[in-house]
């Protein structure tokens, strides 16, 4: 089952080629590790997927659906939500606040609603408030979730980050080095919550990563670009072995 | 506003009747200067059209170089910005009315001294902001508090009367079919030879080329030692030189009262995108094409298209100059929505 | 005597005020978008309800249905661009929306009446009291208002709607990323905004019985600025505590001008220099304003605080 396939994708900036007609697919329940040096195109793919930049050449499908000329929300409402590699926090909205805004199809979004359907709507704002103090135990933000998200700490930020994500509860979730500036024990904690995520409820992963380990831990299969391009596909094992992508590394750093 | 012809259309509606359109030769010429600021909008004649917006285009145009500037290198719409430019032509009518001084040396003592208070004003206000990091709407919000209090330490300072400068009563003189005072002329000539040491300044200096590094990329600007703090005062000395003369000059052309500022400030902006913010050059083309087509759209007579071509009869129909301003609010929204980016783009 | 009336005059304008401040706070407080061209509401709202009562017939309350309608449709319309321009050119274009607006009513004279304006606009029940005794009752037609404009704006503050909002205010991008519709979402709230100000035109074009252009120039806008950026965004207490503070000040310094020997024009000059003051050194010193945002906090059940 296909989730995912982007056909000859191009975005340029300027002269500037950053997604060179790249074409890849991301099979559903499954986690894809995206890897490359700085500058290949990660974030850009990420951005033009999830609808943020305009594409200049290509096609990109959703469980068969077309999605590429999408606004970002749209792209959402179809299942697929996407992180951000510098976390967005909104700087007066507490933790719980930044979950429970998350939560998808909640009724009291319309002003009309908000008013006239009171009941119902505080309804489900107390199964989204069960849903989002799960979660957040599992993050480890409990005794944070009145704080303000934009006092949080970087690591903090991504974990939250990846809370709204699972809040949201897409079928494909882009994550853009969830990792980073987590420390070891919460990521590992992290992985775990992932790995589980795609074995009991059939999510898919499409993650971009620097470190080895975490790639190597969790991913059924790595892409690596550089230049725009993908130069190779494989196990991760198969990944470690490949010259060339040693070699882009090398050169890269 | 006293019309003698009757054919001062006043505010009779978004399409006023105009039974007489007076082309202004056939008025004696000691009248015409008069005539010229009443009904010149009228005449459909080009050549006075394009002279009449050359005018204009140079006066905005030296406002809308400085919003533009600042808008680039500190990200934010200074909304007081007209207003640092009418201050400066209040210190022109002093030093002019009150000290005697030709308005030439007014305008090179009351340039440097309302750079002075801009300068001020950044160190005390948008400096402070800068260091907090503080989001650029803040600022924008900021400035348009300052503009406020600028306009109305004016009116406490000079009164809400309206000033004019000594100029003799000229008597227009005919270039190519269009009259043209000698103040209108030294106005094109004088924003003709800014526009020029605007440009040297850009390409020719130190400060230039700091200011072009710093619009591209701060932060590489700043780890190529260049000062910015520095170079952002000298931005804020040559947006303020540059609009007190644009604003001298405005208020040479009509009135000087204190809230001038604010009713240029609509039409300084509409340039300034119309060019593409944080292009010069841009803001000299948006600034002319802004004017010439403030004077087209007054000038024009709908009475063609209202009639479906010819089907029935009209009147003469036109545009009431009481929208006047609002002429350049829609070009402004009509900008903004098809094409942000203004005319040329971004540099 | 005429100092219970001054009094009661002063109240009236306060709580004007209030809906007008609560409705810009409503937008840039809360949801982020910066309107320079709020006194466009306020006089779409004034003159749509003025209008249909005096020159169409219609009832009183249609009228003011009318005048926040329109109002609202105005957000509606004025909301639209939002969706392609930064905020900063936003501002611009609404400073030149609102400008527009009150050129509109000064030249359209077949409507409006041009720079004469509106006059003898009825008020609503005026046969049930003595000349001596409607401003009271209009008060507290006012303070009624204001209450339920508090009441339904807190609610919907407090709402996902609300929410939302907020994290449009904050991080539009992440609020995308999450699958909101902020194009609608910022929509809706210009139409709640511009009915709320378009309430307060409508209440003040049939409080003082005759408007004009005059009324409705871009100084309003800036006096209401000031009430939010001294009273605080982001709460409905703050835009209150706000419209009383600057309409305090606004009205006793008229009041003071009798006994000092100072030209109208020039109290009047000082006064706003004094405005423009207000907000830059509160931006500056105080950006949360008198009265801060206050933090949302969930009410949990106990199995979460173990």
Known sequence: MLTLTIRDLQKNFGSLRALDRVSLEVQGN????????????????????????????????????????????????????????????????????????????????DPFSALFRRPRVSMLEKANLDRAMDLLEVLQLVDLRNEYAGDLSGGQKKLLSLGRAFMLDPDLILLDEPTAGVNLTLATQLLKV???????????????????????????????LNFGKIMAEGTPEEIRKDEQVLKAYLSGA | MEDPTGAYPGRRGLISYVKLVIPFHFLPHARVDTYSKVLGYYNMDFSQIIANSLVRGAELSLLAIGLTMVFDILKFANFAHADYAVLGAFLVYSLNQVLGLSLFLAVILAAPATALIGICIDTAIFKPLRRKEAKVVTAMVCSLGIGIALRNILRLIWTSRTKTYAIPIQKPIEILGARLTFTQIGIVLTGFISMVIFHLLLHRTKFGKALRA??????????????????????????????????????????????????????????????????????????????????????????????????FEVGPIQISTGYKPAISFVILVAVLLFRPTGILGRK | MPVIYFLIYLLTMIGIYSLLAMSLNFQVGFTGLINFGQVAFFCIGAYASSLLVTKAGAPLILGFVGGMALSGLFGYIISIP???????????????????????????????????????????????????????????????????????????????????????????????????????????????????????????????????????????????????????RGN????????????????????IGGYVPLGSDTMAALRMVIIGLLIVLFLLYAPEGLIRERKKVYHLKRKHIE
């Open chain 1, 30 to 109: 499954s986690i894809v590790g995206l890897i490359g040096p700085n500058g290949s195109g990660k974030t850009t793919l990420f951005n033009v997927v999830s609808g943020f930049y305009e594409k200049d050449g290509g096609e990109i499908y959703f469980k068969g659906e077309r999605i590429d000329g999408l606004r970002p929300d749209q792209i959402v409402k179809k299942g697929l939500s996407r992180t951000f590699q510098v976390c967005k926090a909104p700087e007066k909205l507490t933790v719980l606040e930044n979950m429970m805004l998350a939560a998808k199809s909640q009724i009291g979004e």
């Open chain 3, 236 to 255: 409905h207490l703050g835009a209150i505590l706000g419209a009383v503070v600057i309409q305090l000040f606004n009205v006793s310094t008229r009041f």
């Open chain 2, 214 to 311: 710093i619009s591209d990329n701060r932060v590489l600007a700043s780890a190529c030692a260049i000062d910015s703090e520095k170079v952002i005062k000298w931005m804020w000395f040559i947006a303020c030189c540059y609009g007190v003369m644009g604003g001298t000059m405005i208020a040479m052309e009509h009135l000087l009262y204190p809230r001038l500022g604010f009713d240029i400030l609509i039409p300084v902006f509409c340039a300034a995108i119309l060019g593409g913010i944080g292009n010069p050059y841009g803001a000299m083309l948006g600034a002319l094409t802004l004017a010439l087509a403030e004077n087209i759209v007054l000038a024009l007579d709908f009475s063609y298209l209202i009639s479906l071509g010819g089907l």
């Open chain 3, 82 to 232: 939002t969706k392609s321009l930064k905020a900063d050119y936003w501002a611009i274009a609404t400073l030149a929306g609102g400008e527009v607006v009150r050129l509109l009513a000064l030249n359209e004279g077949w409507l409006t009446e041009g720079p004469f304006g509106v006059m003898s606009i009825p008020q609503p029940l005026r046969w049930l009291f003595s000349k001596d005794s409607y401003p009271l009752f209009y008060l507290f037609l006012i303070a009624a208002c204001v209450l339920i404009i508090y009441f339904v704006l807190s609610l919907l503050t407090n709402s996902p709607f609300g929410r939302n909002l907020k994290a449009i205010r904050d991080e539009e991008d992440l609020c995308l990323s999450l699958g909101k519709n902020t194009r609608k979402l910022k929509l809706q709230a210009m139409v709640v905004a511009g009915m709320v100000a378009g309430l307060a035109g409508a209440l003040f074009a049939h409080y003082i019985t005759y408007i004009s252009p005059e009324n409705f120039k871009p100084i309003e806008t800036f006096l209401m600025w000031a009430m939010i950026i001294v009273g605080g």
């Open chain 1, 194 to 224: 992932i790995r589980e995520l795609q074995k009991k409820e059939g999510k898919t992963f499409f993650i971009i990563e620097h470190s080895m380990k975490v790639i190597s831990d969790i991913c059924d299969k790595v892409l690596v």
